[in-house]
């Protein structure tokens, strides 16, 4: 018996097509990488699409955020004339910790960048109220806290409040 002619060519067409289906393989590959790459695109297509509205928003909000912390907005909306230094001094706080918090999830839709910026401003903002607080009398008024807040604003060389908006600004400006 013959046996190994039939080996031998079993041998030879088995090599032959798995030679035809590697070839076959690298010759379709690149289609199918393109085909991947534009699924990949249009998924990310649609995300985009749902997203960018959010980011929109947030971003309106994280410059809402600064215009209401911001001094000469804040002490007209809390009407400080009102009440004496450490009452006004209470409610601002309270005032800018609440904005914040308001607005801690506007963080998942911007970029690192200016949430730091949203950070900044609130810690200056705070800053800028507890240096005014301990730089007044205890029997001071709410008055005086709100001249001394707004006049330790005006003799920064640069208003953290317009830099943050600017900054947010070029951020969303980056989205497009």
Do not use: C
Not at 69 to 90: C, D, F
Not at 95 to 103: A, D, F, P
Request: no cysteine; aromatic share 10%.
């Amino acid at each position: 018996m013959n046996l190994l002619p039939y080996l031998l060519d079993i041998v030879k067409y088995t090599i032959a097509g798995l030679g035809i289906v590697w070839i076959a393989f690298y010759l379709v590959k690149p289609y199918l990488d393109r085909d991947e790459k534009i699924q990949l695109l249009e998924f990310k297509k649609a995300i985009s699409n749902q997203t960018l509205p959010l980011r929109l928003q947030a971003y309106e909000r994280l410059v809402l955020f600064i215009e209401r912390v911001n001094p000469s907005n804040l002490l007209i909306r809390l009407n400080g004339p009102a009440y004496n230094a450490h009452e006004l001094y209470s409610l601002i706080l309270e005032e800018v910790r609440n904005e914040y918090q308001h607005n801690i999830t506007q963080q998942i839709y911007v970029s690192a960048r200016a949430w730091s910026v949203v950070k900044r401003v609130k810690e200056d903002t705070l800053g800028i109220v507890n240096n005014a607080i301990k730089s007044l009398p205890e029997t001071a008024s709410g008055l005086d806290l709100s001249k001394f807040i707004l006049g330790s604003l005006s003799q920064l060389e640069d208003n953290p409040y317009e830099i943050g908006a600017n900054l947010l600004r070029k951020d969303l400006e980056e989205l497009f």
